[in-house]
């Protein structure tokens, strides 16, 4: 009778115990929960105020800024390597050191976190196409430059896929003047005035017109590649007009310049130019690329 009576009331004691440890257990998920919900609404909040501009508002790309929801990360997918990139930038491009107090970077990174890839694949292309469409049709090489290869008039490619959504992709080759690509200003030059592709004519002091896009402009100087890709340095002084046009030089690509399919080729092969990786190793690129290169 006694020795029934100890063993109910161990089983007892190991109920309270369990149900104690539960609760413990159940609270601390609770607390972790609300912890996080509150961390991914703070970064919610930071990154609206701070990234929305380059990125969206909802993170997935803008017109300077790639897609952050779908889990390719250029420079490193670690929390330290992303808090690396938002506060200290990644120079050479146009992503800026942020100075953010630590917090509210690691909130970043968790609004981040809590979103959710695309269940389907943005673009169902094929890139080995759109890299012949890009060398050939589309004759992409005479205005913009991969890997050190092709013309200066327009913004460098070479990192495109890393740097630019596949929605802002798209709208720039079926309407160029939509949303003009900026230039790259260095930041330690105070009198540079904000550079875009547009189009930009000046008249000299003798009549001559000359075409083309501002690749560095500040008060009182101008540098200008002209239509027939020749650097002229100006100065503002020696002109009679500076005029710039919202509309890019870059021909509007229709459907009769490029079907769907040609253009899903082309965006896949555009996603597939992504520089170098975190470790600073180049990309692999293309073959027609590396056959240049050998020649």
Known sequence: MLKSLCCEMALALACV??????????????????????????????????????????????????????????????DAAIFRTISQGVPGTEMPANPLEDSETRAIIAYLRS??????????????????????KARCLDCHMVSGHGGVLGPDLSRV???????????????????????????????????????????KADGTKLTGVAKNEDTYSLQLISTDQKLHLLLKQDLKEVTHEHRSLMP??????????????????????????????????SKRSRAKEAQ
């Not at 389907?120 to 890299?131: I, L, R, S, W």
């Not at 509007?252 to 470790?279: F, K, N």
């Open 161 to 203: 896929g890393a740097s630019r959504s596949i929605s802002y992709l798209m709208d720039s080759i079926r309407q160029p003047d939509k949303d003009l690509s900026s230039g790259i200003v260095d930041p330690n030059n105070h009198y540079g005035l904000p550079l875009v592709y547009d189009t930009v004519t000046v008249v």
């Open 17 to 78: 115990i369990s149900l104690l440890l539960y609760s413990s257990l159940l609270h601390a998920a609770e607390k972790t929960a609300a912890e996080k919900a509150s961390a991914v609404k703070e970064g919610a909040s930071v990154f609206r105020a701070n990234c929305s501009p380059c990125h969206g508002l909802n993170a997935r790309g803008g017109g300077r800024g790639p897609d952050l929801t779908a889990g390719r990360w250029t420079h490193g997918s670690s």
């Open 252 to 285: 509007p690509y229709s459907e009769d310049a490029l079907d769907a399919a040609e253009l899903r080729d082309l965006i896949a092969y555009l996603e597939t130019l992504r520089g170098e990786e975190a470790g600073g190793a180049p990309l692999q690129r």
């Open 115 to 136: 979103l959710s890839p695309p269940k389907h694949p943005a673009v169902m292309g094929d890139p080995a196409k759109g890299d012949q469409i890009f060398h050939g």
